[in-house]
């Protein structure tokens, strides 16, 4: 079946340490490609987004992602994490003539003082 | 707030109780969405609805029943309820189907008990 995988369900990092979240498609075709972030209590934020042009996309807080078409792939990653990343990452995809927003399962990141 | 309202915040609900949930937006978008997110699985897209009309039901048991009288309302009506039905209740829209790549706004979810 077609989907969105993370890899990662949880991850614990210490504060300053570097963050890769992965995230696979598993779509053909155009497809654009989203990151939220949920953190506690509070509603899905758009961290950043791809439709096309420069697969290394920058988003807020410092977070980038990298899509890399021959893997079906759409890392997140940032240089160095804080306490107050601590939150839901969800990989997301709209595939080409689909239009809605198709959810990987999430990763759940803590950030250690 | 993110321009989409959800209420109530939390609702906790017998087996055999009848109650809805409502969303409301006010930024002119057209699209509207239901998610149910549980934990350690992925958000699952319940129903769509564009310029009032529902175009996708993804399969949701009939004790879930959508109504969307206009673009900026969306109420999800709740019967008979399972244990397993208990979970995080999204809405989300945006500009309109063909504009949905341009971004959904969330809103902060009910959190649903059935008991």
């Known amino acids: 079946a077609q989907s969105v995988s993370q890899h990662n369900h949880h991850v614990i990092l210490s504060e300053a340490a570097s963050l890769e979240l992965g995230c696979n498609y598993s779509?053909?075709?155009?497809?654009?490609l989203f990151w939220y972030v949920q953190y506690p209590g509070q509603h899905l934020q758009l961290l950043l987004k791809?439709?096309?042009?420069?697969?290394l996309v920058k988003g807020i807080k410092g977070f980038e992602a990298e899509f890399i078409k021959s893997k079906f792939s759409f890392n997140l990653r940032k240089p160095s994490v804080q306490w107050s990343d601590t939150a839901e990452y969800f990989c997301?995809?709209?595939?080409?003539?689909?239009?809605?927003?198709?959810f990987g399962a999430g990763t759940r990141l803590a950030v250690h003082p | 707030e993110t321009g989409v309202t959800q209420t109530p915040r939390h609702l906790v609900m017998g087996m055999t109780n009848k109650k809805s949930l409502k969303c409301e937006q006010h930024?002119?978008?057209?699209?509207m969405y239901w998610y149910k997110q549980s934990a350690k699985k992925p958000l699952e897209l319940m129903f769509v609805?564009?310029?009032?009309?529902?175009?996708e039901n993804n399969s949701v048991p009939s004790r879930f029943s959508p109504e969307c009288p206009n673009s900026s309302h969306l109420f999800l009506h709740l019967h008979t309820l399972q244990p397993e039905d208990s979970a995080l209740y999204l809405c989300?829209?945006?500009?309109?189907?063909?504009?949905?790549?341009?971004?959904?706004?969330f809103g902060s979810g009910t959190r649903l008990t059935v008991v």
């Open positions: 989300a829209s945006s500009q309109d189907l063909t504009l949905s790549a341009y971004g959904y706004t």
């Open positions: 779509y053909g075709g155009t497809v654009n």
């Open positions: 791809y439709f096309s042009g420069d697969p």
């Open positions: 997301a995809v709209i595939p080409g003539g689909y239009n809605k927003l198709i």
């Open positions: 930024l002119g978008h057209n699209a």
């Open positions: 609805y564009n310029f009032k009309e529902q175009t």
